[in-house]
Each structure stands twice: as C-alpha cells, then as structure tokens.
C-alpha cells in the first residue's frame, strides 16, 4: 500500500545549525515528492518538489531536499535554521502509476530554538 | 494575484446539523481538493475534482460530499454532523490536475458541539 512516513514528530534545533526533516515512502511506481510547511493558523504553504532529474532539489526559504531512491526517502534540510522555520512540515507523495492520489506524512514539528 | 479562497473561516454547529463550506481557487486554477485536518489524525484527502469532475475521493463516509461549479469554483457538504467532525478543513487549488503543487487557503474551522 501507498504511503508516506515522518519519523519524528517533533524535530528541535538550534538557531544556526544545520536541520534536516525525514521523510521515507512507499509506492508501486514512480513517486513525485513534495514538501509543505504550515505555519499555525495558516494553510499549507509549498516548499519544494522533486519529479525526476537531479536529486538534490532547492525549493524556497534556503531548503533542499534529497531524492534517494534506494533508501526510498525524500529528506528535508536546511544549512542553518532560523527561528522563524519553526512550523509544522509535511511530506507528500504521488503515485504515478496508481491512483495518483496525494498521500500525506502525518507532519513533523520544527523548533528552532535561539 | 489573489490566493486561495476559504468561507467560512470559523463555524460552530451542533450534532445532526449539515455545514456548507465553499473554496474559490486561484484564478485560472481549474483542479480543486479539499482536506481534513484534525491533530490526531493529521491531513485526510477528501476529494479532487476537476473541470466539474470528480477524479478522486478519500476514505471518508456518504455524508461527505462535494461538487465544483462551471468556474472552478468548489463546495463541499457534510451532513448530520458528528462530534468527531470537527477539524479544519482545508481547499487546495492547482493550475492541472494530479500535481502535488498545490496552493492552499487558510481553512474553515469547524466546530461541533
């Protein structure tokens, strides 16, 4: 069965460290990976995707993610936080050869302690 | 370029009750999703349509229903309302459909008591 696991529920870091958000999936063919962050009382905002091609991808605020295929993973990162990432993040995929159904991770908090 | 959408944005309504929430996408958009939300349960996919059709639905029991109108506009009905109904509930629109680049509104919040 399709779907998609955020590890950690809460992931905390401090102000200028490097962060990384896992993210691991399971699907029956070719998977679009995304990212999206939420911050409280707001909807979800799009970080980054990956649909083939390099698999390192840059998408918006500084983050990247690494598409890596044998580890079936997708994980979030990020050089140096900033107390203003701190936010609720959540992993998706899409099945290609399925139902294309976007199935989410069930998110991972982000502190980011100054 | 307006955003996403979303009314009402709170709603309190009591068990038995029916709620209407509607979604406005993105000018141009013509794929629309809606989500529910809940703390325990996380983002739970409820349907997606596109141009009036709808290409996908979730998990989720006959009282949930939705529908898009002729200009991508979108509406979703849940009927009898139970407790356990209560989450935010999210839209989500997008240029073409099966991308995972969505554009979301800010919710409608729906209590029930």
């Known amino acids: 069965a399709q779907s998609v696991a955020q590890p950690e529920d809460q992931v905390n870091v401090a102000e200028g460290n490097p962060l990384t958000v896992k993210c691991t999936y399971s699907v029956s063919g070719n998977p679009y990976l995304f990212w999206y962050v939420q911050y409280p009382n707001r909807g979800l905002q799009f970080l980054l995707k990956?649909?083939?091609?390099d698999n390192l991808v840059k998408g918006s605020y500084g983050f990247e993610a690494e598409f890596n295929k044998s580890q079936t993973s997708f994980h979030l990162k990020k050089p140096s936080a900033l107390v203003s990432d701190s936010a609720l993040y959540f992993c998706a995929v899409r099945d290609m050869n399925s139902n294309y159904q976007l199935i989410w991770g069930a998110g991972t908090k982000l502190i980011i302690k100054p | 370029k307006a955003g996403v959408t979303q009314t009402p944005r709170y709603l309190i309504k009591t068990r038995g009750q029916q709620v209407t929430l509607s979604c406005s996408p993105i000018?141009?958009?013509?794929?629309v999703s809606w989500y529910q939300q809940t703390p325990g349960q996380g983002l739970q996919f409820l349907f997606e349509?596109?141009?009036?059709?709808?290409?996908n639905k979730g998990n989720f029991p006959g009282r949930f229903s939705g529908r898009q109108f002729s200009n991508s506009r979108s509406e979703m009905n849940v009927s009898t309302l139970e407790l356990g109904d209560s989450a935010l509930y999210l839209c989500?629109?997008?240029?073409?459909?099966?991308?995972?680049?969505?554009?979301f509104g800010e919710g409608s919040r729906l209590t029930v008591l």
């Open positions: 349509y596109f141009s009036e059709t709808q290409r």
């Open positions: 989500a629109s997008s240029l073409i459909e099966f991308t995972g680049e969505l554009f």
């Open positions: 990956y649909i083939t091609g």
């Open positions: 000018s141009g958009h013509r794929s």
